[in-house]
């Protein structure tokens, strides 16, 4: 019987569970270790905080998947990889063996050159626990309150239209101000964001890195010092650092360095996918549609492995289409060159978003 072990339940994976659902019958043993049962679908996240979905509607249930794939659900998190010895350690001091083992364990949000982020603002990532300290902060009653958001990349720019829309629309005053350090969008997207931005009532401040934070959250910045009810931290994208600390080949920040066949450039019994993965050129971004595109192709070459056969090489996407919501229905749509905006943008988002939490109910 050959054992292989996935780890983490992320965008790569819940696609290879689907895909596994038709190989059953080998002489296999598959374990999924999750910290939950649920993956929070990225995508639908700000639509979430806006209160356009219930967290339920942007969330796929492992359980069911694994179970119509024959693979054991495993909840807990690891805690580190023995590569020598072949094991995955979870935080419980449970020990799993195995053949194969596939990585897709996201990334964090990046508090480094920060001192005392990680301290005092609440994480974009994990989802779930972020999603909690949204839904409290709303419950507490404030009547306008101040809230910082870190990092003004897509995740960034999004959720603060999010919740400076979930703000007005529970009659709330309030003020939102987005801190970036630089401008993520090409020219003609980053004027469509500003203008939405703008619209919405969120406060950019651009060039402006959030150097320090203490407790209160106090922010300071090149602009100053300021207090907030709440600073949220979506800045960067920092690797889970039992990866390095496995052994295991990373690149020059902590993410393990894969071959365009999602194998381990270090150890060819392991494989890696999404944010958790390293290529050695610059044309994978840290995005959902690049781990979702990887997927497809790991659950191919997780089969291959198990048979003895050839893996398939990774072609990324030369251009993906990126739809930024701004609060409202209403959202930017990009690809390549090309950018538009409009609430057809939005519908066209939402419909994509709710097919594919759709393929695996
Ligand atoms: C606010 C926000 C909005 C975003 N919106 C978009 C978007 O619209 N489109 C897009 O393409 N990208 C978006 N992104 C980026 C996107 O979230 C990531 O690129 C994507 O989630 C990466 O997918 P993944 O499969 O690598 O990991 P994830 O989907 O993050 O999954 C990793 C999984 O691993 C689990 N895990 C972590 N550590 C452990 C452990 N030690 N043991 C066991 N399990 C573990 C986690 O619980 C998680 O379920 C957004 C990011 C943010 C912050």
């Known amino acids: 019987m050959r054992r292989l072990v996935l780890l983490g339940g992320g965008h790569a994976h819940v696609l290879v569970l689907l895909s596994f659902a038709d190989f059953v019958s080998r ?28 967290v339920a509607e942007a969330q796929i ?10 693979v054991e ?58 999603l909690k300290c949204w839904s409290e902060l709303l419950l507490k009653g404030l009547k306008a309150p101040r809230i910082a958001i870190a990092g003004a990349g897509a995740g960034g720019v999004e959720i603060a239209m999010a919740m400076k829309f979930a703000l007005a629309s529970r009659g709330m005053a309030g003020e939102v101000v987005l801190f970036s350090d630089r401008n993520m969008f090409s020219p003609d997207v980053a004027e469509r964001i500003a203008r939405a931005l703008r619209k919405c009532g969120v406060q950019l401040r651009t060039a402006t890195p959030v150097l320090s934070v ?6 300071a910045s090149s602009s100053g010092s ?16 039992l990866l390095r600390a496995s052994g295991i080949a990373c ?16 150890h060819p019994e392991v494989f890696a996918a999404g944010d958790s993965a390293a290529f050695d050129t610059d ?9 979702v595109r990887q997927g497809a ?12 056969e050839t893996p398939d090489r990774y072609q990324p996407q030369s251009k993906a289409l990126a739809l930024i919501s701004c609060g409202g229905k209403y959202a930017v749509a990009s690809r390549g060159n090309w950018s538009a905006e409009g609430s057809w943008a939005w519908w066209w988002k939402d419909w994509l978003d709710r097919r594919w939490i759709a393929r695996f109910s």
């Open 283 to 291: 044309d994978v971004p840290k995005s959902g549609v690049y781990a």
């Open 73 to 130: 659900l495993v909840l807990g998190s690891v805690s580190s990889i023995d590569l020598a010895a072949k094991n995955a350690v979870l935080e419980n001091g449970r020990a799993i063996q195995y053949d194969i083992a596939s990585l897709n364990l996201g990334s964090l949000p990046d508090f480094s050159g920060a001192p005392g982020a990680r301290e005092h603002a609440i994480a974009a990532k994990p989802f779930e626990p972020f």
């Open 27 to 54: 002489n296999l043993d598959v374990k999924l270790v999750t910290p939950g049962s649920l993956h929070t679908y990225s995508g639908m996240v700000p639509g979430v905080v806006a209160g356009h979905y219930a």
């Open 297 to 308: 192709l790991l659950a191919k070459n997780l089969k291959r492995a198990v048979l003895g």
């Open 61 to 70: 249930d492992l359980a069911p998947l694994a179970a119509r794939a024959g």
């Open 214 to 219: 203490n407790a209160g959250p106090v922010v």
């Open 226 to 241: 300021e207090s907030f009810d709440a600073l949220f931290w979506t800045a960067g994208a920092a690797p889970p650092p």
């Open 251 to 266: 690149d020059s920040r902590g993410f393990a360095r894969v071959e365009r066949t999602l194998r381990s450039v270090s």
